[in-house]
């Protein structure tokens, strides 16, 4: 089925280990966003890529690094973990400009312990 | 910067009651998107609506109507004849729609709606 897929779908960190969250889209988006969704709160922008190889910022980028070597692939690295950064993590895509949807991925929930 | 507040953190109605969610935003761009998600407990995000700023019509989907009034710069939502299923957390967002933008989407906090049968 076409759409944004992540993975995993749950894991849990130990204060310090590195990991990546995949997200892969099919549908041949340009665009690709990390959001973050703490517990009561709405979702905030990590990072997003306007097209391969390219990167920027969102609102709360710090402890993350993003790569975008193709239009399928935007993983989120976390290198050493903390337990500010337990949340819900999406990855959403859409195509380029003009009126577009967002498709978003399942969300990967990630507790650090 | 772009802002959505939505006030309303949780509201409860009764089953069949109508409810309205409020959502006011706030943002410098001329051509901007405004959306509302639905997250049911499940977690996942399903797209409900999608508005542009120059189109003010009011929508109505089955049970679901959305008020766009810029004068307010405000997107309410209103589920009429409530039911358990539409318990969830609803979400507003915008985004810049200028073409020049990254077309990130600004959530608001969201508004837990609990629905008693």
């Known amino acids: 089925n076409a759409g944004v897929t992540q993975t995993p779908k749950f894991r849990i960190l130990k204060i310090g280990q590195s990991m990546t969250l995949q997200c892969t889209q099919d549908?041949?988006?340009?665009?690709m966003y990390w959001y973050r969704q703490d517990p009561g709160m709405g979702l905030k922008l990590i990072y997003y890529s306007v097209g391969a190889g390219i990167t920027d910022k969102g609102e709360v980028p710090n402890g993350y690094n993003v790569s975008r070597s193709t239009t399928e692939d935007f993983p989120l690295r976390l290198e050493l973990a903390a337990p500010s950064q337990t949340s819900v993590y999406f990855c959403?895509?859409?195509?380029?400009?003009?009126?577009?949807?967002?498709?978003f991925g399942s969300g990967t929930r990630l507790t650090v312990v | 910067a772009q802002k959505v507040t939505q006030a309303q953190t949780e509201i409860s109605v009764v089953e069949k009651e109508d409810v309205t969610l409020d959502c006011v935003y706030e943002?410098?761009?001329?051509?901007?998107?405004l959306f509302w998600y639905k997250q049911p407990p499940s977690g996942e995000l399903v797209f409900l609506i999608r508005r542009n700023s120059f189109d003010e019509q009011n929508e109505i989907s089955g049970r679901y109507s959305w008020n766009f009034q810029k004068s307010t710069s405000s997107f309410n939502f209103t589920i009429t004849a409530s039911q358990v299923v539409d318990s969830a957390v609803y979400f507003c967002?915008?985004?810049?729609?200028?073409?020049?933008?990254?077309?990130?989407?600004?959530f608001g906090k969201g508004t837990k709606l609990s629905v008693i049968p």
């Open positions: 967002a915008l985004s810049d729609g200028s073409g020049a933008g990254s077309y990130q989407l600004t």
């Open positions: 943002t410098r761009d001329t051509t901007y998107y």
């Open positions: 549908m041949n988006h340009n665009y």
């Open positions: 959403a895509s859409r195509p380029g400009q003009g009126v577009s949807g967002y498709t």
